[in-house]
């Protein structure tokens, strides 16, 4: 079985431009999840679809966005670009999200860095 | 506000030592928490979850409420167990999971 796929796994980008970040779930999960992870501040949480829909957003600004597809895969999108967006964006999926549900598994991550 | 603590970035122990990795939460619900571990050069990946009540690696955790922590213990260390570990809190809403900043455990033969 297929883990968690992401996509690219390396991207170099200059201030001011937008990204968009791939992440492919194991198949049947449809909770998706996105982290940003810095040596500063750890992973911090951004986003979390299910069903094609945003349940939960963390404290990132509006450049941040996402969506999530039928077939469950999700991307991000980052506009605008800043120095500070340099990161490791990792995504993680689940069968069954929520209290009580299945554990989430982890991509390797797609490296971001804004130069 | 629903916060983390893992209080130590790095840990030092022998080979066969006891460990203990702190972790303290702040939550005014019922939290569901869990341990994440990551070797070098591996994918994150859940350790265990206070739910289960398991020893994974002989690694086991248990959620005190009244001193709001979740500490992580093996009672004999591995070399193999040297990785960054993650504590992680689910909030009641059960959409979004917040992390401590890790500890880094290193396991000296």
């Known amino acids: 079985k297929a883990g968690v796929t992401q996509t690219p796994r390396y991207l170099i980008k200059t201030r001011g431009q937008q990204v968009t970040l791939s992440c492919s779930p194991i198949?049947?999960?449809?909770?998706v999840s996105w982290y940003q992870q810095t040596p500063g501040q750890g992973l911090q949480f951004l986003f979390e679809?299910?069903?094609?829909?945003?349940?939960n957003k963390g404290n990132f600004p509006g450049r941040f966005s996402g969506r999530q597809f039928s077939n469950s895969r999700s991307e991000m999108n980052v506009s605008t670009l800043e120095l500070g967006d340099s990161a490791l964006y990792l995504c993680a999926s689940s069968l069954a999200p929520g209290r009580g549900g299945t554990e989430a598994f982890f991509g390797q991550g797609t490296r971001l860095t804004v130069v | 506000a629903q916060r983390v603590t893992q209080p130590e970035k790095l840990l030092s122990v022998f080979k066969g030592a006891p460990v203990e990795l702190k972790c303290n939460y702040s939550y005014s619900g019922s939290p569901e928490l869990f341990w994440y571990v990551q070797y070098s050069r591996q994918r994150l990946q859940l350790l265990l979850r206070?739910?289960s009540r398991e020893s994974i690696k002989g690694f086991t955790a248990d959620l005190n409420k009244g001193e709001t922590s979740f500490h992580l213990k093996k009672p004999f260390a591995q070399e193999e167990d040297s990785a960054m570990y993650y504590c992680a809190l689910m909030d009641t809403g059960g959409f979004k999971t917040i992390f401590g900043a890790g500890t880094r455990l290193f396991v000296k033969a």
């Open positions: 198949s049947g999960h449809r909770s």
């Open positions: 206070h739910i």
């Open positions: 679809y299910f069903s094609e829909t945003q349940r």
